[in-house]
């Protein structure tokens, strides 16, 4: 399906792909990383330092803090245009995406009436598919493991 | 198809107890004692939809034109047609065969 930010359409507008919100930069040193484990030396600590800063930049860099970003400013005739772009787009797309043919009923007649009018399935027929049904259970329940060997065996060693 | 041309042809089926006419975006109409029986038309899309994907082998069609769900005094009859399913509840008195 694509994530949020494929697209097979390189003609959009820089408008169109500039995020609302820009990703904010970590600006926060990584606190609480001195002293924490005091039995490790100093090098082994900085090289951790170093993942966990590095661990902290990437989740930064992913996550989008919506309360901390500044108020979007958008012309309320530019948000009219883009609302509008996105609607228009989105009724193209659902409507050119095919249909899931698998899920679609196939039909099974074209005479619904005369087929649901027609006489009912005989009792006798109903009464040899239930005997049918109970030989073949029957038969099925007595499939079993006969067991020759053991599975599992010890290589012998001379 | 206008929905009373479908379901003329349904109220005429002889010993009819109710029927429904079901599409994929819900119950079309309903009468009888399957008036606003949005149960089992639930339950009978399921199980249509489930049946209508067996085949038999080398065939590309469902092998049926109705399903039919026996209970001891009535018997539901389905069918698809046009992407509409169609549930007629019939009167089932059949038990056994009198032999005379």
């Known amino acids: ?158 | 198809m206008a929905t009373a041309a479908l379901t003329a042809g349904l109220e005429r089926i002889p010993d009819q107890l109710g029927y429904l006419v079901i599409s994929e975006d819900g119950v079309l109409a309903s009468a009888g004692e399957l008036e606003n029986d949005e149960h089992t038309a639930g339950v009978m899309m399921q199980m249509v939809r489930t049946a209508s994907r067996f085949r038999l082998s080398g065939s590309a069609d469902p092998p049926f034109k109705r399903m039919s769900v026996i209970l001891d005094d009535f018997v539901y009859t389905v069918t698809v047609s046009g992407q509409k399913v169609f549930v007629v509840k019939r009167q089932h008195n059949q038990k056994e065969p009198i032999s005379v």
């Open chain 1, 1 to 158: 399906m694509g994530c949020c930010y494929s697209s097979e359409n390189e003609n959009t507008t820089q408008e169109e792909t500039k995020p609302l919100i820009s990703p904010n930069p970590p600006s926060k040193p990584l606190n609480g990383g001195t002293g924490w484990n005091p039995g490790t030396s100093s090098s082994a600590l900085s090289n951790e330092q170093a993942l966990l800063s590095s661990i902290l930049t990437k989740t930064a860099q992913n996550i989008i803090d919506v309360s901390a970003a500044d108020a979007i400013m958008v012309e309320p005739h530019e948000y009219m245009d883009r609302a509008r772009q996105y609607s228009t787009k989105m009724t193209v797309l659902s409507t050119s995406l095919p249909q899931n043919k698998a899920l679609a009923l196939p039909s099974l007649t074209s005479q619904p009436h005369q087929v649901l009018a027609s006489d009912l399935v005989p009792y006798s027929d109903v009464q040899q598919v239930s005997k049918i049904a109970a030989y073949a259970y029957s038969a099925i329940s007595q499939i079993k493991v006969d067991a020759k060997e053991d599975l599992v065996v010890q290589f012998a060693i001379p």
